[in-house]
């Protein structure tokens, strides 16, 4: 699976937009590009995932470059709630392609 | 729904005792994982078990650690004899590999403590 390379930290104000990039250069044709989060003490929550269009639930838009080589991950009007670290995963849909691999992440930080 | 169940959230123990994690996955889950979080190393996958059989277990640190998933609504992870090294948090995740995407969803945790 492809590697991602992720900010370590950013800050967001609380009711503005959260923007967090994500490189995956060596995306191939076939992966998908996955977000969770993990609150502190809290399991990783599933919040999006796309191949190559942009998608959009509840939670977060997922933006994904023409190329897919980076995307965007974007909580709407981010809340104290959404101070979390962030992880970009790239996975194939295979049925050898099972494991998630988590990095570092980015800890977003929702500031009053 | 019920997301992934797991037992106790927390555990105390002293080193050489014998621990024994539970999961219960997601009804209609037909794919299981077990990982590790540490400070050191993050998340890691310590075994996959798909439609209850154990297909991956090539991050499972040495013999101490054995899973088991008896059917479909149930996994152990034991750890005999337990270290100190082996504090953690271990996450239990399901997914159903039916469908071309197969999202993970996680349970909270068991938060584990040798002493």
């Known amino acids: 699976d492809a590697k991602t390379t992720q900010p370590p930290s950013m800050d967001c104000a609380e009711g503005r937009a959260a923007n967090l990039p994500c490189n995956h250069s060596?995306?191939?044709?076939?992966?998908?590009v996955y977000w969770y989060r993990q609150i502190h003490s809290q399991g990783p929550q599933y919040i999006i995932h796309g191949l190559k269009n942009n998608e959009t639930n509840e939670m977060a838009s997922l933006i994904i470059t023409e190329d897919r080589k980076s995307s965007t991950l974007i909580l709407p009007h981010a809340t104290l709630r959404d101070t979390a670290v962030y992880y970009c995963i790239v996975k194939g849909s295979g049925a050898g392609s099972y494991q998630l691999t988590f990095g570092k992440g980015t800890k977003l930080s929702v500031i009053p | 729904d019920a997301g992934v169940i797991q037992s106790p959230r927390h555990e105390v123990t002293e080193m050489g005792q014998e621990v024994t994690l539970r999961c219960k996955p997601i009804?209609?889950?037909?794919?299981l994982f077990w990982y590790r979080q540490t400070m050191m190393r993050g998340l890691e996958l310590l075994i996959y078990?798909?439609?209850?059989?154990?297909?991956?277990d090539s991050g499972m640190p040495e013999d101490r650690f054995s899973a088991k998933m008896p059917n479909a609504s149930f996994s152990t992870l034991k750890i005999q004899p337990s270290e100190p090294r082996d504090s953690a948090v271990y996450f239990c995740a399901s997914s159903s590999r039916d469908r071309p995407t197969d999202t993970q969803y996680f349970g909270p945790g068991t938060r584990l403590t040798v002493l």
């Open positions: 078990f798909n439609n209850n059989v154990p297909i991956d």
């Open positions: 009804s209609g889950h037909n794919s």
């Open positions: 060596t995306i191939s044709g076939n992966e998908y």
